[in-house]
């Protein structure tokens, strides 16, 4: 297993909870170029959106000009509460209800560019939040599936995201440690919360030769770009972070119920 450390930002605070419970999901399939000059106003707040991208992503490291392209086009402020929309595209994650945050706009960008999709790709990922990330992702590859622990917050992505018209994106609320096993193998697994440690439900539901871009550890955490080999997991590259815990892990000798319905607010 081969390291290759970057050095980076040394903490960046992201998103989204995940995992325990199957219950509701709706299907948004079509392909991205169908709605790729429409989705999320994309004319609305663009010289914002053209200085983070010049200014926190372009004088960083984010270099590929897909990755760049979407972030340009995504109307972040769209995925926000109205009360933090003035803040929409500042270097930071902002809250978005339930005790969640968007992530900061360079760690998406980091993330999707370390998983180097491609058009033909199908993504997973866990922990869906505001639908940032899936909105991202998905103009860059053939579908994503992404899973939301917290009802609330997987019913308004689906509905911004049905809004905005991205039509390949699948939205389920469940549990991230079972991953999504009736769509897989994946192209690309994207975890937006920090395991102790790697889900094997994950690893099996990773395509041979995949990337996988998830955080792992507690007090201390690592985000880790991994690549599925013939011998389990090789590391390529890792980078300091802080994320939410990711949350559902089935007990030692017990499945985690698939259906769960949140009636309160747990922050």
């Not at 760049?68 to 270097?91: K, Q, T």
């Amino acid at each position: 297993m081969r390291h290759a450390h970057w050095v980076r930002v040394p903490w960046i605070v992201t998103a989204s909870t995940l995992a325990l419970a199957f219950s509701g999901f709706v299907i948004l399939m079509a392909h991205p170029r169908l709605y790729r000059d429409n989705a999320g106003n994309d004319g609305e707040r663009e010289s914002e959106r053209r200085r983070m991208v010049d200014e926190q992503l372009r004088a960083r490291d984010i270099h590929d000009v897909r990755v760049l392209d979407a972030m340009l086009h995504v109307a972040r402020h769209v995925f926000i509460p109205e009360s933090a929309r003035a803040l929409a595209y500042n270097d930071s994650a902002l809250p978005i209800g339930y005790g969640q945050t968007i992530s900061q706009p360079y760690i998406v960008a980091f993330m999707t560019q370390a998983l180097e999709v491609e058009p033909v790709h199908r993504v997973l990922e866990v922990g869906t939040g505001s639908g940032y990330q899936a909105a991202v992702l998905s103009r860059l590859v053939k579908a994503v599936y992404t899973i939301e622990i917290i009802e609330p917050l997987a019913e308004r992505a689906r509905a911004t995201l049905l809004e905005l018209g991205y039509r390949n994106v699948e939205v389920r609320t469940g549990n991230g440690y079972h991953g999504w096993p009736e769509h897989a193998p994946y192209d690309r697994i994207m975890v937006t919360a920090a395991p102790t440690e790697v889900p094997p439900a994950l690893v099996q539901q990773l395509r041979m030769g995949g990337l996988m871009a998830i955080p792992v550890g507690s007090a201390t955490q690592e985000l880790r770009i991994l690549r599925r080999v013939s011998t389990g997991l090789e590391t390529i590259g890792t980078l300091p972070v802080i994320f939410v815990p990711m949350t559902g892990k089935p007990e030692a000798g017990r499945r985690a119920p698939d259906t769960l319905r949140h009636q309160s607010v747990v922050g």
